[in-house]
């Protein structure tokens, strides 16, 4: 439950006040290649900074106080092949720089692996990376958890449909396992009130997964998989909205707009409204042959936010946003039919952020920032009757509640304070364009304070039961050094992170109920981690990477101290360990001008020693312990290709064989059971396929159509460990088709798109007894404006 | 999240077998080398450590090892009761089936139907009345449904929502008594009474209603205030009958979570209507020969007859901190003699809390144990006071429950 922190930029706890920086201008023109037209829309940005422009109705554009320097400009439009050019800006010139723009053949693809410059650039970094580019996927009607989906190694595990828990399972490690990051801040997801679908696909540049090693540049703990979502940083004119209309009463609302108060000063606000019914039927797990339709998971979350944002001090770009989210979700039973449980949460998250490229002669990044955070989130469970299916009424068992065994109304809170800085600093010898060294420090301090509360709860159990109070401080650094002496041929990346982690909590006492106030216990924690990626880039488009990881992850609050219910403080637990190896070929090869093929394939082993686990305590109580060791071994291959000049293919598969490795029951001589074997509930071999044709200009000029037809793949896997040939307890193999056709009018920002996932309504769950929504249709209408007016 | 806890909390008070009144009957030890004359559960939990399976099997003692590998797969603890070659199994917070499974004459189990029990409503004990006629309690709902064993199907349902009322000083609107344990004595069903305040909280005092299996009728409800939490979930063994026809009763005493509730066994006496007031065995503050000199819970009991009850002992002293039940060997298996209240410990290694198990075969107990050196199937001789050394039969996953046919 403390481990909602999440959220958003970076920010700044100081204003340096500086000289401002010497600056000059780039004018230029953006044009079709073949027609020789102009591209209004079209973006030039210089890479590495949040400084860009976009071109007008004539293609013309203009960026404004260009720090002197050189840099890499780049050109983009969705449809078109990005092109990138070098410029040097020296101080009080105006350079004039044009660029055409050819279409591609691959427009719209979901997970890029092309795309962009900076996303190129992430991909050929030696970590083990897929990204995906949300602009590309905005149009379609998808979450983010959804997109995320789309991902080679990657599975997320659901348990509805909107607004419904998520898991994120990559390289075969899940939960907490898997730190997520928003713009490079540790945002842990864990909690009741932010989930990843908060976050609407129009307002995502790109979303990162590193899997096997995570960079040490984040600031934060994990086992080796990271996801970390990128916001878009809009320019000077930039409107966006969106509708989605979905099965199963599904309606999501988007509108995002920036917009120049004043020279240098811009104001930016979003406002998104998700709803849903997930009145969708399913067969019941428990009783077979019941079908029961979904009534009480109604989803409900609006978000809005808004920031201001300055380039007129020293700093490149100051900001100064604010957010709320405020979320209500009914509970569906899917045992019992439950009718009133619901969950609530209100969120809200205050940035200050300053992040200033190039200083120094183009030689220091920096980025500062802090961030308040605070949410309310609880649970509302006071029943006193639940009912079966059949709408047959029974009292609660214990006079209240239709979930656990007592009522409750919660009132969590929590409040976060942290501050963050990075700093790269490129050193002088230079082959090519790029640095020979490259360092970086990254640090992320926290401080939070948790004070759930339910007196609901209290008084059905006449003592305390839920006010247990926990505070936290901690500290991650990460040090990263940066090797290129041969240019772009070869890089190598050694890192480390230390983590020092203070937390005291106040102890679930249900062995000793009459202690009202049991003494609070401490847990104090220092421990490093390191990494080391090496890239080599091979003849014929070929790059070779290699990477190794000794991961950590820090106990969780509730792991130390216990939830004030049913599991009992244990603050001697460890951090886990995790010592992570990945090999990989990637190619990407042009073998005409309309045909391309892009493959990687990787290899892995991760293996995780100290596995925090929760296990059976005494008198129904649960504690968390040091006890799992497992070891995860994997490949996965995917291959994308330009087949022709408008047939687009791409497939994916992935292995990932997690095994118990404890080779003997804890704290005995016995051999363990399931010595070797595979660890259920967790899939292990999943793909996907996808084909889609373009065609441009069919309803139209500057209309852009495509078609799309895309398979999931995931092999049937046990709930638990695989010891017998009659077991039942299964999550079925799934094979799902989508179709959907998106059309374009790209001269007027308008996108249409419509979509069936599963198309042949197949029975599908991916946690167990927890069935997922069969046919699902979306449509999305989606309005995109970019410019200065 | 408060849901899972909810059935984490309530899997985890139910961690011993469920043995069938008449199935420890040691005068008539059968052929014991028979294969599948035990009905073995065995508990593999997850990575979670609290989720996974069990596995259910027959097995005998001459098999020095077993695994899984033809075991039916239940819920991950499950209650099982045993009436002639047919076992039901009840799927606690697991699942809402009652499954049936028949031993054939090769000693192997097949399934051999299935009775659904109201959602979510924890099914637990099983007792039977007759061939054609057995009783599910089902906690959750404060349901006994009555059904047939042969055919699966439900022939009744005795409502106890009216026994609950006023016996929560909390929550007045509490209804629900919470049917822990059931046994049957001359044609008069008695059912143990948990009056759960909270998850692991009983009120205080103990309850045992009464009803006539003739007619399914309420007759009364037995009350002491002596000890609290009569029986346990699914554990039919906690209540019993002796071969004099006092039916005894184990009492839990809210696993220790409530002070100055008592522990131990209250007993009606053959003919009464109420509770012996001259009896109670109090293990709550009995001194006993292990570390601490103090036990805790008994799990899985087995009444061998001749006024000795065998149980698995909580030791306090043992447990770790937190006290964690399937690492912390603080199980110590014991002897009760229920005339004078003493309480021996038997030299077998302690074991966790997650094996259980406990039946008799051939002048033999077996006990179910997990213990630092060896899980499966140990023995105990009362005649020479000797224990095996070590596991007689090694168990893939700690035994959950072990109940012996009636051969």
New interface residues.
Partial sequence: MMRVFFFFIGILTCLPVGARAQTGTINGRITDTSTGTPLPGATVAIVGTTLGAAAGDDGAFAITEVPAGVYTLRASLVGYTPVEREIAVRSDETIEIDFTLAQTTAEMDEVTITGDAEAAEIRESPYAVTVIDGQRLAGRGLTLDEALQRATGVQIRRTGGLGSASIFNIRGLEGQRVQIYIDGNPADVGG?SFTLDNIPLQLIERVEVYKGVVPARFGGDGLGAAVNVVIIKPEDGYFDAGYTLGSYGQHQFSVTGVRPLARGVRLGASVNVDRAENDYAFESP??PGLVVRRDHDAFRRILTGAVLETSRLWFDEVEVEAAVIASNHEIQ?I???VQHAESHALTGVAVLGAERLGALGGRLDVTLGAVLYGTRSG?T?TS?V?Y??DGAP???????GE??????DSDNRLLLLRQRGAFTYRFAPVVGSVPVHTANLTYVLDAARFRPSDPVAN????RN?SEFPGDQMSAVVGLSHEWRPFGERFVNVVGARGYAFRSEGTPSN??D??AERPPPVRNATVTVGASEAVRYRLRGGLLAKASVELARRLPTNTELFG?G??????PAVRPERSLNINVGLQLDRTLSDRRRVQAEVSGFVLNLRD?I???????????Y?N??A?RIAGAEAEVRADLTGWLHGAASLTYQDAR?VLAT??????PS??YELR???LPWLFGSARVEAHVANWLGRQTRSRLFAEGFYTEEYF???E???????RIPRTRTLGLGLEQAWLQTGLTLAAEVQNVTDARVLNVFNQPLPGRVFRLKLRYTLVGPN | MKNYLSRLALASLLLAPLLVLSACDSNDPGDEQARGNLLLITGIPDQSGVNGSSFVQTVSLDQQSVTNADAYEQTFFPYSSIYGDQVIITQGSGGDQAVRYVRGDDGELTEGGRLNLPPGGFGASVVFASPTKAYVAVVFAGQIVVFNPQTMTQTGVIDLTTLGIARNPSNPEDRNPEPAVMTIRDGKLYVGLQQLVTQFSSADGADVAVFDVATDTFERVIHDDRASGPGRYGYNQTMFVDEVGDLYVHCVASFGAVPGQKAGFLRIRQGATEFDPTYFVNTTDANVDVPGGQIGILNGLGYGGGGELYGIAQVPALQGNPPNYATDRAFQAVRVRLATGAIEVLPLPPGNGIATGVTFIEDQVIFGLSTASGVGLYTYDPATGQASDGPVVTTQGDPTAVLAFEE
């Fill in positions: 009741d428990f009783l039973g045992q019992t039919n649970l469970d006193a639940r079966s299916f029974f009292p609660s068992p214990n006079g209240h979930l656990g065994l007592i009522p409750t008084a059905a159990a006449g039961v249900l062995t109920p009459t939830d219910l049913l599991v009992a403080a244990s596995m686990r929760l296990t059976q305590g005494y008198a129904g109580l649960a504690a312990t006890l799992g497992v118990d029951t804890p704290g005995t001589t016995v059971p399931t660890l259920p509930n709930y638990a460990f010891v017998s040939s009659r077991q039942e307890r």
